[in-house]
Protein backbone atom coordinates (compact mmCIF):
# COMPACT_ATOMS: atom_id res chain seq x y z
CA UNK A 1 0.00 0.00 0.00
CA UNK A 2 1.41 3.64 -1.04
CA UNK A 3 2.18 5.76 2.40
CA UNK A 4 -0.05 7.39 3.75
CA UNK A 5 1.77 10.38 6.14
CA UNK A 6 3.01 12.76 3.77
CA UNK A 7 2.56 16.52 4.47
CA UNK A 8 -0.43 17.03 1.09
CA UNK A 9 0.53 20.37 0.86
CA UNK A 10 4.15 19.01 -0.52
CA UNK A 11 3.44 19.41 -4.05
CA UNK A 12 5.97 17.42 -6.46
CA UNK A 13 5.12 19.70 -9.47
CA UNK A 14 7.18 22.89 -7.50
CA UNK A 15 10.47 20.50 -8.48
CA UNK A 16 8.57 19.40 -11.69
CA UNK A 17 10.33 20.24 -14.93
CA UNK A 18 7.22 20.19 -16.18
CA UNK A 19 5.12 21.68 -13.38
CA UNK A 20 3.28 23.96 -15.32
CA UNK A 21 1.76 21.04 -17.57
CA UNK A 22 -1.57 19.50 -17.44
CA UNK A 23 -1.98 17.37 -20.12
CA UNK A 24 0.56 14.46 -19.95
CA UNK A 25 0.68 12.52 -23.39
CA UNK A 26 2.71 9.37 -23.56
CA UNK A 27 3.62 7.47 -26.41
CA UNK A 28 6.24 4.80 -26.97
CA UNK A 29 7.00 2.24 -29.65
CA UNK A 30 5.10 -1.57 -28.37
CA UNK A 31 6.83 -3.19 -25.87
CA UNK A 32 8.60 -0.14 -24.17
CA UNK A 33 6.22 -0.06 -21.45
CA UNK A 34 4.10 3.01 -22.53
CA UNK A 35 1.29 2.26 -20.40
CA UNK A 36 3.34 1.41 -17.61
CA UNK A 37 4.82 4.35 -17.50
CA UNK A 38 1.77 6.62 -18.27
CA UNK A 39 0.07 4.83 -15.01
CA UNK A 40 3.05 5.60 -12.66
CA UNK A 41 3.09 8.78 -13.92
CA UNK A 42 -0.50 9.50 -12.95
CA UNK A 43 0.10 8.13 -9.34
CA UNK A 44 2.88 10.56 -9.01
CA UNK A 45 0.82 13.49 -10.43
CA UNK A 46 -1.63 12.90 -7.99
CA UNK A 47 0.90 12.80 -4.78
CA UNK A 48 -0.07 15.55 -2.55
CA UNK A 49 -3.67 15.80 -2.60
CA UNK A 50 -4.24 15.83 -6.21
CA UNK A 51 -6.55 14.47 -8.37
CA UNK A 52 -5.28 13.13 -12.19
CA UNK A 53 -7.34 11.85 -14.83
CA UNK A 54 -5.51 8.34 -16.45
CA UNK A 55 -7.24 8.20 -19.96
CA UNK A 56 -6.48 5.34 -22.58
CA UNK A 57 -7.63 4.97 -25.81
CA UNK A 58 -6.71 2.12 -27.91
CA UNK A 59 -9.31 0.21 -25.93
CA UNK A 60 -6.63 -2.39 -25.10
CA UNK A 61 -7.93 -2.13 -21.23
CA UNK A 62 -4.44 -1.82 -19.87
CA UNK A 63 -4.83 0.19 -17.00
CA UNK A 64 -7.61 -1.96 -15.85
CA UNK A 65 -4.91 -4.62 -16.16
CA UNK A 66 -2.41 -2.60 -14.21
CA UNK A 67 -4.44 -1.57 -11.34
CA UNK A 68 -6.42 -4.86 -10.86
CA UNK A 69 -9.87 -3.44 -11.40
CA UNK A 70 -12.49 -4.66 -13.49
CA UNK A 71 -12.86 -3.15 -16.85
CA UNK A 72 -13.20 0.70 -17.31
CA UNK A 73 -16.42 1.91 -18.95
CA UNK A 74 -17.12 5.41 -20.99
CA UNK A 75 -17.28 6.92 -17.68
CA UNK A 76 -14.19 8.25 -15.02
CA UNK A 77 -13.87 5.65 -12.47
CA UNK A 78 -11.64 6.04 -9.25
CA UNK A 79 -9.05 3.32 -9.18
CA UNK A 80 -5.97 4.48 -6.58
CA UNK A 81 -5.07 6.24 -3.62
CA UNK A 82 -1.59 8.36 -4.50
CA UNK A 83 0.35 9.33 -1.41
CA UNK A 84 -0.68 12.54 0.64
CA UNK A 85 -4.48 11.26 -0.42
CA UNK A 86 -4.24 12.13 -3.53
CA UNK A 87 -6.30 10.12 -5.87
CA UNK A 88 -6.39 8.58 -9.87
CA UNK A 89 -9.14 8.15 -11.85
CA UNK A 90 -9.82 6.35 -14.93
CA UNK A 91 -11.46 6.54 -18.36
CA UNK A 92 -11.64 3.96 -20.83
CA UNK A 93 -12.88 6.09 -24.35
CA UNK A 94 -14.38 4.49 -26.71
CA UNK A 95 -15.14 6.04 -30.14
CA UNK A 96 -18.51 5.45 -30.32
CA UNK A 97 -19.88 6.16 -27.02
CA UNK A 98 -17.41 9.66 -27.52
CA UNK A 99 -19.28 10.33 -31.17
CA UNK A 100 -23.11 9.76 -29.58
CA UNK A 101 -21.59 11.96 -26.74
CA UNK A 102 -20.37 14.38 -29.26
CA UNK A 103 -23.70 14.69 -31.40
CA UNK A 104 -26.25 15.27 -28.19
CA UNK A 105 -24.04 17.96 -26.74
CA UNK A 106 -23.75 20.06 -30.07
CA UNK A 107 -26.48 18.83 -32.22
CA UNK A 108 -29.25 17.98 -29.65
CA UNK A 109 -30.10 14.60 -30.97
CA UNK A 110 -31.05 12.79 -27.84
CA UNK A 111 -33.16 9.83 -28.46
CA UNK A 112 -32.69 9.86 -32.59
CA UNK A 113 -28.55 9.99 -31.56
CA UNK A 114 -29.64 5.99 -30.39
CA UNK A 115 -31.88 5.32 -33.36
CA UNK A 116 -28.65 6.17 -35.64
CA UNK A 117 -26.61 3.54 -33.19
CA UNK A 118 -29.09 0.67 -33.90
CA UNK A 119 -29.00 1.22 -37.66
CA UNK A 120 -25.53 0.84 -37.65
CA UNK A 121 -24.31 4.79 -38.90
CA UNK A 122 -22.34 4.89 -35.75
CA UNK A 123 -20.34 2.09 -36.26
CA UNK A 124 -19.87 3.09 -39.77
CA UNK A 125 -18.93 6.47 -39.13
CA UNK A 126 -16.51 5.60 -36.15
CA UNK A 127 -15.17 2.93 -38.48
CA UNK A 128 -14.98 4.63 -41.89
CA UNK A 129 -14.69 8.25 -41.80
CA UNK A 130 -11.09 9.47 -42.02
CA UNK A 131 -9.82 10.72 -38.97
CA UNK A 132 -12.84 10.79 -37.25
CA UNK A 133 -12.03 8.32 -34.44
CA UNK A 134 -8.90 9.96 -33.80
CA UNK A 135 -10.89 13.71 -33.42
CA UNK A 136 -13.53 11.89 -30.86
CA UNK A 137 -10.71 10.35 -28.58
CA UNK A 138 -9.07 13.47 -28.11
CA UNK A 139 -11.84 15.46 -28.08
CA UNK A 140 -13.05 13.40 -24.72
CA UNK A 141 -9.75 14.33 -23.28
CA UNK A 142 -9.98 17.83 -24.42
CA UNK A 143 -13.40 18.30 -22.56
CA UNK A 144 -12.10 16.63 -19.27
CA UNK A 145 -9.10 19.57 -19.08
CA UNK A 146 -11.13 21.88 -19.80
CA UNK A 147 -14.10 20.81 -16.73
CA UNK A 148 -14.41 22.68 -13.80
CA UNK A 149 -15.92 22.98 -10.72
CA UNK A 150 -16.73 25.21 -7.46
CA UNK A 151 -13.37 25.24 -6.87
CA UNK A 152 -11.52 24.95 -10.08
CA UNK A 153 -10.38 22.34 -12.71
CA UNK A 154 -11.57 18.78 -12.35
CA UNK A 155 -8.29 17.19 -12.52
CA UNK A 156 -5.41 18.66 -11.74
CA UNK A 157 -3.15 16.93 -14.16
CA UNK A 158 -4.32 14.62 -17.16
CA UNK A 159 -2.11 11.25 -18.14
CA UNK A 160 -3.32 10.22 -21.83
CA UNK A 161 -1.95 6.75 -22.72
CA UNK A 162 -1.48 7.48 -26.65
CA UNK A 163 -1.17 5.44 -29.46
CA UNK A 164 2.49 4.50 -30.35
CA UNK A 165 5.02 6.53 -31.64
CA UNK A 166 4.16 5.44 -34.97
CA UNK A 167 1.31 7.03 -35.60
CA UNK A 168 1.32 9.65 -32.41
CA UNK A 169 2.05 12.57 -35.01
CA UNK A 170 -1.66 11.87 -37.07
CA UNK A 171 -3.42 11.19 -33.88
CA UNK A 172 -2.62 14.59 -32.22
CA UNK A 173 -2.49 16.91 -35.30
CA UNK A 174 -5.73 15.16 -36.34
CA UNK A 175 -7.99 18.16 -35.65
CA UNK A 176 -5.59 20.31 -37.41
CA UNK A 177 -6.77 18.74 -40.98
CA UNK A 178 -10.29 19.05 -39.10
CA UNK A 179 -9.80 22.55 -39.31
CA UNK A 180 -9.06 22.87 -42.69
CA UNK A 181 -11.71 20.73 -44.01
CA UNK A 182 -14.11 22.51 -42.22
CA UNK A 183 -14.48 25.88 -42.23
CA UNK A 184 -16.91 26.87 -40.00
CA UNK A 185 -19.66 25.27 -37.23
CA UNK A 186 -19.00 23.06 -33.97
CA UNK A 187 -17.23 20.54 -35.34
CA UNK A 188 -14.35 23.07 -36.55
CA UNK A 189 -14.57 25.45 -33.54
CA UNK A 190 -14.16 22.21 -31.43
CA UNK A 191 -10.95 21.38 -33.51
CA UNK A 192 -9.59 24.28 -33.09
CA UNK A 193 -10.14 24.61 -29.80
CA UNK A 194 -8.39 21.31 -29.02
CA UNK A 195 -5.17 22.13 -31.20
CA UNK A 196 -4.84 25.17 -29.18
CA UNK A 197 -4.75 23.43 -25.94
CA UNK A 198 -2.07 20.46 -28.06
CA UNK A 199 -0.15 23.02 -28.69
CA UNK A 200 0.24 25.34 -25.92
CA UNK A 201 2.42 25.38 -22.83
CA UNK A 202 -0.01 23.17 -20.67
CA UNK A 203 0.21 20.05 -22.75
CA UNK A 204 3.75 17.99 -22.95
CA UNK A 205 4.54 14.84 -25.16
CA UNK A 206 6.47 12.65 -23.57
CA UNK A 207 8.32 9.79 -24.93
CA UNK A 208 9.01 6.18 -23.60
CA UNK A 209 11.48 4.12 -25.44
CA UNK A 210 14.29 0.94 -24.22
CA UNK A 211 18.16 1.35 -24.75
CA UNK A 212 17.22 -0.82 -28.46
CA UNK A 213 18.54 0.69 -31.95
CA UNK A 214 14.65 0.53 -33.53
CA UNK A 215 12.61 2.00 -30.34
CA UNK A 216 15.30 4.76 -29.85
CA UNK A 217 15.01 5.60 -33.82
CA UNK A 218 11.39 5.85 -33.82
CA UNK A 219 11.73 7.83 -30.71
CA UNK A 220 14.13 10.72 -32.81
CA UNK A 221 11.38 9.62 -35.55
CA UNK A 222 8.63 10.79 -33.13
CA UNK A 223 10.39 13.56 -31.64
CA UNK A 224 10.79 14.75 -35.46
CA UNK A 225 7.47 14.35 -36.24
CA UNK A 226 5.68 16.43 -33.22
CA UNK A 227 8.38 19.48 -34.07
CA UNK A 228 7.36 20.02 -37.13
CA UNK A 229 3.53 19.64 -36.41
CA UNK A 230 4.15 22.47 -34.08
CA UNK A 231 3.87 19.97 -30.68
CA UNK A 232 5.55 20.93 -27.25
CA UNK A 233 7.56 17.96 -26.72
CA UNK A 234 7.93 16.72 -22.78
CA UNK A 235 10.60 13.94 -21.92
CA UNK A 236 12.14 10.77 -22.62
CA UNK A 237 11.26 8.45 -20.20
CA UNK A 238 14.32 5.32 -20.85
CA UNK A 239 12.42 2.00 -19.19
CA UNK A 240 13.75 -1.08 -18.03
CA UNK A 241 17.30 -0.12 -17.53
CA UNK A 242 19.57 -2.95 -16.32
CA UNK A 243 22.85 -2.25 -14.46
CA UNK A 244 25.99 -3.51 -15.67
CA UNK A 245 26.91 -6.81 -13.74
CA UNK A 246 30.78 -5.91 -14.02
CA UNK A 247 33.11 -3.19 -13.39
CA UNK A 248 33.84 -0.39 -16.39
CA UNK A 249 37.29 -1.74 -16.33
CA UNK A 250 35.68 -5.69 -16.49
CA UNK A 251 33.77 -4.76 -19.13
CA UNK A 252 36.23 -3.27 -21.55
CA UNK A 253 38.18 -6.65 -20.96
CA UNK A 254 35.81 -8.83 -21.59
CA UNK A 255 34.72 -6.63 -24.43
CA UNK A 256 38.13 -7.35 -26.18
CA UNK A 257 38.92 -10.52 -24.82
CA UNK A 258 41.57 -9.66 -22.63
CA UNK A 259 40.06 -11.00 -19.58
CA UNK A 260 42.82 -13.73 -17.88
CA UNK A 261 41.39 -17.34 -18.66
CA UNK A 262 43.15 -18.69 -16.34
CA UNK A 263 42.32 -16.44 -13.11
CA UNK A 264 38.55 -17.33 -14.26
CA UNK A 265 39.18 -20.95 -13.94
CA UNK A 266 41.35 -20.44 -10.37
CA UNK A 267 38.23 -19.12 -8.77
CA UNK A 268 35.87 -21.69 -10.29
CA UNK A 269 38.38 -24.37 -8.93
CA UNK A 270 38.20 -22.32 -5.42
CA UNK A 271 34.75 -22.04 -5.26
CA UNK A 272 34.58 -25.79 -5.61
CA UNK A 273 32.50 -25.86 -9.14
CA UNK A 274 33.52 -28.31 -11.76
CA UNK A 275 33.70 -30.70 -9.00
CA UNK A 276 31.98 -34.64 -9.14
CA UNK A 277 31.85 -37.69 -7.61
CA UNK A 278 34.66 -40.43 -9.00
CA UNK A 279 35.45 -37.89 -11.81
CA UNK A 280 39.22 -38.02 -12.94
CA UNK A 281 41.65 -34.88 -12.14
CA UNK A 282 41.84 -34.22 -16.11
CA UNK A 283 37.67 -34.30 -15.92
CA UNK A 284 37.36 -32.17 -13.61
CA UNK A 285 39.60 -29.78 -15.11
CA UNK A 286 37.93 -30.01 -18.65
CA UNK A 287 34.34 -29.41 -16.66
CA UNK A 288 35.89 -26.39 -14.87
CA UNK A 289 37.58 -24.95 -18.26
CA UNK A 290 34.20 -25.80 -20.14
CA UNK A 291 32.67 -23.33 -16.93
CA UNK A 292 35.31 -20.80 -17.59
CA UNK A 293 34.99 -20.52 -21.19
CA UNK A 294 31.21 -19.96 -20.96
CA UNK A 295 31.41 -17.02 -18.41
CA UNK A 296 33.95 -15.13 -20.53
CA UNK A 297 31.36 -15.75 -23.59
CA UNK A 298 28.76 -14.50 -21.32
CA UNK A 299 30.68 -11.57 -20.40
CA UNK A 300 31.68 -10.30 -23.75
CA UNK A 301 27.91 -10.33 -24.85
CA UNK A 302 27.20 -8.31 -21.88
CA UNK A 303 29.79 -5.64 -22.31
CA UNK A 304 28.63 -5.73 -25.98
CA UNK A 305 24.90 -4.57 -25.03
CA UNK A 306 26.16 -2.38 -22.18
CA UNK A 307 28.36 -0.68 -25.15
CA UNK A 308 25.52 -0.79 -27.46
CA UNK A 309 22.93 0.87 -24.18
CA UNK A 310 25.39 3.64 -23.87
CA UNK A 311 25.36 4.34 -27.55
CA UNK A 312 22.04 4.29 -27.41
CA UNK A 313 21.80 7.27 -25.07
CA UNK A 314 24.29 9.57 -26.38
CA UNK A 315 21.94 9.25 -29.62
CA UNK A 316 18.78 9.80 -27.25
CA UNK A 317 21.15 13.06 -25.63
CA UNK A 318 20.55 14.53 -28.95
CA UNK A 319 17.30 15.15 -28.82
CA UNK A 320 18.10 17.88 -26.03
CA UNK A 321 15.01 16.49 -23.68
CA UNK A 322 14.63 16.19 -20.06
CA UNK A 323 15.46 12.26 -19.52
CA UNK A 324 14.94 9.81 -16.70
CA UNK A 325 15.53 6.18 -16.28
CA UNK A 326 13.46 3.35 -14.85
CA UNK A 327 14.76 0.28 -14.09
CA UNK A 328 13.93 -3.38 -14.83
CA UNK A 329 12.06 -4.71 -12.42
CA UNK A 330 12.87 -8.34 -11.97
CA UNK A 331 9.23 -9.43 -10.45
CA UNK A 332 6.97 -8.01 -12.90
CA UNK A 333 4.70 -5.00 -12.62
CA UNK A 334 2.04 -5.01 -10.19
CA UNK A 335 0.72 -2.59 -7.94
CA UNK A 336 3.51 -1.63 -5.65
CA UNK A 337 5.74 -1.95 -8.47
CA UNK A 338 3.88 0.92 -10.07
CA UNK A 339 4.06 3.09 -6.66
CA UNK A 340 7.61 2.70 -6.60
CA UNK A 341 8.16 3.39 -10.23
CA UNK A 342 6.32 6.51 -9.28
CA UNK A 343 7.92 7.60 -6.70
CA UNK A 344 11.27 7.46 -9.30
CA UNK A 345 9.68 9.57 -11.63
CA UNK A 346 8.88 12.03 -9.32
CA UNK A 347 12.17 12.31 -7.58
CA UNK A 348 13.97 12.89 -11.42
CA UNK A 349 11.62 16.06 -12.02
CA UNK A 350 8.99 14.24 -14.16
CA UNK A 351 5.76 15.05 -11.63
Given at each position: ???????????????????????????????????????????????????????????????????????????????AVAPGAGEVFALSVEPKAALLEYLELFYRLGRAGKVLERMGAIDFATTVAP????????????????????????????????????????????????????????IRNQAGSIMTLLRSAQTAVHLVTVLEEMPVQETQDAVAELRAAGLPIGGVV??????????????????????????????????????????????????????????????????????????????????????????????????????????????????
Open positions: MPPDDEDPRSSPAATSAFGGVRLHVVTGKGGTGKTTVAAALALALASGGRRTLLAEVEGRQGIAQLFDVPPLPYEERKIGLRDVLLTGKVYEAARRRGPGGPTYDAIVLDAPPTGRIGRFLNVNEEVVGLAKVGPVNMVRDPYLPARTLAGALAGRLDRDEVVTGLEAAGLGRRSGATSAARSARVGVLADGLLGEAAEHAARVRLEDEQRKELDVLERPTVELPALAGGIDLGALYDLAELLAEQGMA
